[in-house]
């Protein structure tokens, strides 16, 4: 059953704004608590309000204001005066962990840029933005999707195209590598770049080699994903010319380049996988 676009409230709902602008604090109060390694400090033992102070090289009054709003958004929990990380902060916000992702938080915020939508929709200027890299994609989670057994991953040559950029501009041996993959990155170009992308990665790739593609998607409508739209304001802000592209897009741009069997894994991040076959066995 074809999945449809949510409908517009009928009625009006200010609530709705509400939820909007209660988002921006709460993304403020998390950039804080990041930047100033709150989470990393409770972790290593420092969890009372002057502990925690003194970590930071913080106001104290201004570290209990930010303490409080962490545990009112769920982030924290306090027992009598120490402070204990919630189980998601615990996993994902403490640096050290291999599963951190404290930067790749703060990379999504670039306040400065969001700030300055309007002016980038008028007058197509990309944004200035202090933060402008995105962090490669963990490629051990994709080896099921993709269908590659946990045993064979030693035995394959991955190159994993981190910046826009690079498959440009790297000098690649042919048929060098068994698996390329593409990340968010690829939104941050336009479609003669990633097409030129793909056919460099081709001719990189050994026979029967696969590139995969694990980046917000556009469906077909263009209404849908939530995560594809968000992506697309980010490649408006910092890039002149990417975009958020559809599975058939996806499709045309991978053909050109002389891909074949592109399959459309229908994951929930985006998740495109083609295989390279010499024209000789072609049928």
Known sequence: MPRRTPRVDDAPNRQILDDIASGLRRAAILQAAIELDIFTRIAEG?????AITRACASTERGMRL?????VAIGLLSKELTEYRLS???ETFLVKGKRTYIGEEVLNHFAWDAHGHLSKTIRTGKIAASTRTQFAAEDASALWKKIGIA???TKQLRVLDALRAGDLLNLKLKPRSFDLILFGNSINFVSPEQVIGMFRKA??????NGRVVIHAPMAD???GESAKAAMTGIDALLFSPDGDVYTFIEYRGMLEAAGFVDVVNLDDDLG???ARRVDSSQKK
């Open 150 to 152: 946990p045993r064979k």
């Open 66 to 70: 930010l303490l409080d709003a962490l």
């Open 220 to 222: 077909d409508e263009r």
């Open 202 to 207: 081709y001719e990189a790739l050994a026979q």
């Open 87 to 89: 189980p998601t902060v």
């Open 46 to 50: 420092q969890d009372t309000l002057p």
């Open 271 to 273: 998740l495109v996988v």
